[in-house]
C-alpha cells in the first residue's frame, strides 16, 4: 500500500512514537530526504549547505557519482557472502589498499567489521592476546564507541554508563592534553608538559607499566571538543609507549580519510602507531570499520576470534575501493588542507570581531570554534552554541556543537568556496541573532545534543 507523503514535522512526531530515543542526540527537527555533493535536501525540499557530513561519514560527499556506480555495478554482481567461511577477491583488494594508504613501514594485516565500535573491540582483543597484559589506558572525554569493550574506554558522558555496569575491566583513564584549557595554567609558548606527569604517576604507584597492555588515543580528541595534542606531547607519549613495551593504538574512526589534510590524523605528528582503528569514511557511509595493525599482533588471535557474518562484504568493499580512488583522483586530501586552512582563517576573522568566540582549532576540514561566556575564564556557552546551531539550520546550513558549547565543523571534503562562504555567512548572521537575543529560548526544548 502506497504511503502518503507526509512533511518534515509529521514525520519527526511519527519517529517520536516508534524509534527509541537513546538512539539520537537531537538538535533540530531535519528529514533528510537526499543529497548530493555538500547539499542535503529535507522531506519538504529545503537545500542545506552540510558542515557535517553525516558525523564524518561522508567524506567523498553525498552520493558521489563513482561511489554510486560502483554500488549499482556490485549489487547486481553479488550482494553477500559471509567472509567467514569464504574468499572474496573485493575483500583481498581493499586489504591490500589500506595497507599501502595507512603509515608504518612494516607488515601489516587487516580485519574488517561493520562499525568503528565493534573495530574498538577486536583491537581490545587483539593487544591484549599479544602482549598477555591486561590493562589499557584510555582519556577522559574519549569517544570511542557505543558496543561494551568500546565504551569501556569512553569516558564522555555519564548517561552513556549508567546503569549498565560492570563495564570491561583494567581500563584507566588519564587527561587528555587541552592547551586551551590548560589544567596548570600553562600556554604552549611556555609547556613543559605536566599533563604527562599524571600518566608517569600511575605508573609509578598503582598501574606497573609491564601490565599495560596499549596506550588508545584519538589524535584529535573528537566529541571532546576537537582538541588538537600538541606535536611534542604525543612524540613524549609514543616513546613512553616504546620504552615499556606498550602497544600505541589511534582510533582514526573520526579523522581518517583525508580529512585532517592527511590521509590518517596521525602522520601530523610523525608517528607509526601499531595499530589504527578506522570506520565512518572508509566506505563513504555504507556500514564498514578495518582494524590495521603490525602482523604479529594481528596475528595473535585465532579464528574465530573476531568476525561478523556480514563484515567485508563485497559491496562495502567496493565502496570502500571506489571512496579511496576518489579520493585520490580528486586530490581530497590536499583540498581538504586547502580548504580546512581557509575556514580556519575566515573564522579566526569573526573572533577578532566577537568575543564569543575563545578559540578557534583543528587540522584540515575538522575544525571547532569554542564558544565562551567570557574570554577569561573560558566558561562555556552552551546556550549559545545551542541557538546557534539551530538558526544556521533555519537558514540552511547544517553544523552541530560538541561538549556543550563547541561548534563541529567537519563538511564533505568536495565543498566548494562559494558553499563555504555561504555557511560561514550564515554562520555569522546566526552569530548576531544570537547576540541580539532574537533566538528563542523554546529551540532548547528540542536542541539537546550530547547531553545538555
Known sequence: MKQPLHDSMNIVARDHEVCAGFARAPYFPLVVKRGRGSILEDADGKEYIDLLASAAAINTGHCHPTVVEALRDQVGELIHYTPGYVYHELKVQLAEELVRITPGKYRKRVAFGLSGSDSIDGMIKLVRAYTMRPKIVSFVQAYHGSTYGALSLTALSLNMRRSIGPLLPEVHHINYPDCYRCDFGSSPERCSLQCLNDFRRAMHY????????????????????????PKRYMQELHSICKQHGILFVVDEVQQGFGRTGKWFCIEHFYIEPDIIVMGKSIASGIPMSAIVGRAEIMEALDAPGHLFT????????????ATISVIES????????????????????????????GEVRGLGLTIGVDLVTDRGTKERAREAAAKICYRSF?????VIFMAGNVLRIQPPLVITKEQVDKSLDVLEHSIRDYLGGKIPDEILNFAKGWGM
Open 330 to 357: 580528486e586530490q581530497l586530501v590536499r583540498r581538504a588542507a586547502d580548504m580546512g586552512s581557509y575556514m580556519q582563517e575566515e573564522l579566526k576573522r569573526l573572533a577578532g570581531v566577537y568575543d564569543l568566540i
Open 310 to 321: 556480514t563484515g567485508g562484504s563485497p559491496v562495502a568493499c567496493r565502496a570502500a575501493l
Open 394 to 398: 533555519e537558514r540552511g546550513v547544517i
Open 206 to 229: 598503582y598501574l606497573p607499566p609491564d601490565e599495560i597492555a596499549a596506550v588508545v588515543m584519538e589524535p584529535i580528541a573528537g566529541d571532546a571538543g576537537f582538541i588538537v595534542p
